[in-house]
């Protein structure tokens, strides 16, 4: 699943067996968040992209929808 944020593609999927959250060209070059489940990885995103989750509901909107649309499958 993929959404754009502003100039961002943010990306969630499994990754092995977790589930990794990342936005830019690769997980070397971009930012990244993994975790056993996919609340965990945009947690852990959000963090290494510095992004404040009470701050910044814009992001965090798009977000949840990512692990919405995950959850419903």
């Known amino acids: 699943m993929k959404i754009q944020f502003k100039n ?15 936005s830019g060209r690769d997980i070397q070059q971009g930012i990244v968040g993994f975790g056993k489940t996919k609340g965990m990885a945009i947690a852990r995103y959000c963090n290494e992209a510095d992004i404040n989750l009470f701050g910044q ?10 692990y919405s649309e995950y959850k419903a499958q």
């Open 57 to 66: 509901y814009a992001i965090l909107e798009h977000l949840f929808f990512l």
């Open 8 to 22: 961002e593609e943010i990306k969630l999927y499994k990754d092995g067996n977790e589930w990794c959250c990342m």
